[in-house]
Structure formats: C-alpha cells, structure tokens
Nanobody, 132 residues
Framework: EVQLVESGGGSVEAGGSLRLSCTGS????????VAWYRQGPGNKCELVSS???????YYDDSVEGRFIISQANSLNTVYLQMNSLTPPASAVYHC??????????????????????????WGKGTLVTIPS
C-alpha cells in the first residue's frame, strides 16, 4: 500500500519560513514525479512546485526565488523549504506523486487539478497559516 505523509506545517509570522516534508512508503520517489499542491477554494489544487527523477524542478511564479524543493532519496522524502512567507500562502499543502513508467519518460504534472486527482497518489495535506 502506498502512503504519503506530509509534515512541517504550522503557523508562522509573515516573512517567516517553514519546511514541509513528504515521506512515502510503498513507493520509491526515485521512480516518481513528486509535486506539492496548494489547496484553494472549491477543492481546487494548484501546483506550487515539483521535482522529477532526473532532478528537473518547477516552481510557480508566485514562489520562484522563495521556495526550494529537494529530495532525500535515502529517506524517500521530498522537502519544500518555504521562505519569506506571506498571508496569501496560507493553505493546506498536499504532496502528490505519479510513478514514471517506463523509466525515463516524462509524464504530465498538471498545474491545476481537483485535489486528489491528476496524480497517482496523494497525501492528506499539512496546514500552513500565515496570519495577516
């Protein structure tokens, strides 16, 4: 059974930082596209950042230069370092993965999806709050 567990959320003052973690079991992140989505109104999830098995990363324009995605293969964990946080970033952040099959191919990572769709597996999310 595949499980994704996010952690690291919380409340932080504007301008502060948080590091989210996504740890997987039953699946290897080295064979997967891993994405962080931010849940908005109407159960819509917007792509914040992603990392592919070859190390290619993506960042939404709203977080470019402030967020860093990284992967610890030995721990089967992906991190999202979030710096200079502002109140609009408050949301539930979900980790999601899609298994790359066959290896070396490039799957689609959708920029906006209904939460819990578009990727093979999703975590339940971790809440990030930046009070205004």
């Amino acid at each position: 059974e595949v499980q994704l567990v996010e952690s690291g959320g919380g409340s932080v003052e504007a301008g502060g930082s948080l590091r989210l973690s996504c740890t997987g079991s039953g699946v290897s992140f080295t064979d997967s596209d891993v994405a962080w989505y931010r849940q908005g109104p109407g159960n819509k999830c917007e792509l914040v950042s992603s990392i592919r098995p070859d190390g290619t990363t993506y960042y939404d324009d709203s977080v470019e230069g402030r967020f860093i995605i990284s992967q610890a293969n030995s721990l089967n964990t992906v991190y999202l370092q979030m710096n200079s946080l502002t109140p609009p970033a408050s949301a539930v952040y979900h980790c999601a993965i899609s298994i790359v099959d066959p290896p070396g191919t490039r799957g689609t990572i959708f920029h906006q999806v209904p939460c819990y769709s578009g990727m093979d597996y999703w975590g339940k999310g971790t809440l990030v709050t930046i009070p205004s």
